[in-house]
């Protein structure tokens, strides 16, 4: 896969860590914070450990830590994914 | 000292989701053990277990909570909700720090832990969920509760298998009488999968009997083994002067007396301290033997223990001195819930003078000299007594009655 959509990504956090009934994750959400929207530290490292099988991107838990939005984790990934392609 | 009372209590069993259905089964007798259904236990030695049916968690918790909890959490996470509401405690309405939570369990959530051990094991490190990290933990069910309800008072976890159900409640009866105003206290235990049900059958206590109604005979002349199940009961304990003040009026019953003993090494030649527990509860509780109205024994299924409990119950409340019973036999046994589970129906006792049955028992041994009860019996329960042994030697005694007592 060569990118890694916002659509995806919302697949991906719902998988992995539900769907908070108070967050709509439908709505207009890349510069949203993914604590705002209710995914705390473990729900990401969850998400990073599913792109990872996924996309084949390995993050660490420092940038992992550092994504605080879709918007600057998309980044992170797709940059990592140019890199490798 | 501070009296601490049950002001409410959610029940998720084998016998039933919520207090009503449960009570409403076991008075009928009607037992919940069957063939497993989880999974497939053909390749086993024991195929039996006491499941809880009709369980939907999306009916009551929210889609975040799915991903990182065990059944058992789950179960739990609903038992503390229906508990609270039955207490209509406002936990916004309370200090900071004036609530808190103590679980026990036996096992914490092995189903969980099975799932991702087996992705560990075909697919790798990295297809195990970061909740592993906490789901499969003793401690993540009042984690979890501590979370969702917002209580932040101390807060603990007891692991001592089925005993733990009554020393939870004691911890929490503890931190009562420290000042703290109330309590969410029990265990729901008990994750039925194939990982679970080999660490079961490795203790070598279940029965191999295929027939439910043959499985589980505690005090029978052909007890051998028990059923394993899953479930039980969470509380909220409040001190007496603390629910007043909010306005509680009625509750289901004071917790008066506990203690809890532990035996010697099995290949010691000294007694077990079972009935050391159960004077000392009942010295706690200031009440002689003969005010007991009821006792839910703990009913290991096994021959030697049964009689080491019959043993201390004769030496305690004479021959055929006390209407005992086990209602167990109605759903396994549940770990650490199973007696959490006991103090929840002994509490139903008092409020609807009904003594629950002891379900399949139908060949007592005459030399316990027990009075089992074999069908429902009426009677007037203002005290009640729960034992509890869980395995590797913990004994525990909890007296529950109706009224204040008195001193």
Redesign the interface.
């Known amino acids: 896969m060569s990118e890694l959509r916002l659509t995806d990504l919302v697949t991906i956090l719902r ?7 108070t967050s709509n994750l439908d709505g207009d959400i890349l510069d949203a914070e993914f604590g705002e929207l ?1 995914y705390d530290s ?2 990401m ?2 998400t990073a ?1 599913r792109i ?2 996924r996309y084949g991107v390995v993050l660490s838990d420092e940038e992992v830590a550092e994504a605080t939005s879709p918007r600057v984790l998309l980044h992170l990934v797709n940059r990592s994914l140019a890199e490798t392609a | 000292m501070t009296v601490a009372v049950v002001t409410g209590m959610g029940v998720v069993a084998p016998t039933g989701l919520g207090t009503r259905q449960h009570w409403a089964r076991t008075m009928r007798g009607e037992a919940a053990i069957g063939r497993i259904t989880a999974f497939d236990p053909q390749r086993y030695s024991s195929t039996l277990a006491g499941e809880i049916s009709g369980f939907v968690p999306t009916d009551h918790l929210t889609k975040r909570l799915l991903p990182q909890t065990d059944r058992m959490t789950q179960l739990s996470l609903v038992a503390a909700d229906w508990a609270l509401r039955d207490a209509a405690v406002e936990v916004a309405s309370l200090p900071e720090f004036g609530m808190g939570v103590v679980t026990a369990g036996s096992a914490g959530g092995f189903e969980f832990g099975h799932r991702e051990l087996d992705k560990l094991w075909r697919k790798g490190p990295e297809h195990v969920s970061a909740y592993q990290s906490f789901a499969w933990f003793y401690a993540v069910n009042t984690g979890q509760i501590s979370i969702r309800e917002g209580l932040r008072g101390p807060s603990g976890v007891l692991v001592t298998e089925q005993a733990g159900g009554l020393d939870a409640i004691a911890q929490a009866r503890r931190r009562v009488r420290d000042g703290t105003a109330a309590m969410v206290c029990g265990a729901v235990d008990g994750s039925p999968c194939p990982w679970g049900w080999v660490a079961h059958l490795a203790g070598g206590r279940i029965s191999t009997s295929e027939d439910p109604l043959r499985a589980y005979l505690p005090f029978d002349v052909d007890a051998a083994g028990y059923v394993p199940g899953d479930g039980g009961a969470l509380f909220v304990l409040e001190a007496e002067e603390a629910a007043r003040d909010r306005g509680a009026t009625s509750w289901h019953g004071e917790i008066a007396g506990y203690a809890a003993t532990f035996d010697p090494p099995p290949d010691s030649d000294r007694p077990s301290t079972l009935r050391r527990a159960i004077e000392l509860a009942l010295a706690d509780a200031n009440i002689a033997a003969d005010e007991i109205d009821v006792v839910f024994a703990d009913g290991s299924g096994l021959p030697d223990l049964d009689r080491v409990e019959a043993d201390a119950l004769r030496a305690v409340f004479g021959p055929y001195g006390v209407p005992v019973t086990v209602p167990k036999t109605m759903t396994g046994r549940l770990g650490a819930g199973g007696a959490a589970l006991d103090l929840a129906t002994a509490l139903l006792t008092m409020r609807h003078g009904e003594i629950p049955p002891t379900v399949n028992v139908s060949r007592p041994v005459p030399e316990y000299e027990l009075d089992l009860v074999t069908e429902p019996r009426p009677t007037v329960a203002s005290a009640v007594l729960v034992v509890a042994r869980g395995y590797g030697g913990f004994n525990a005694a909890m007296v529950v009655t109706r009224r204040k007592s008195a001193g």
């Open positions: 998988e992995c860590a539900g769907e908070d009934e209710g473990i729900a490292l969850e450990s990872q099988i």
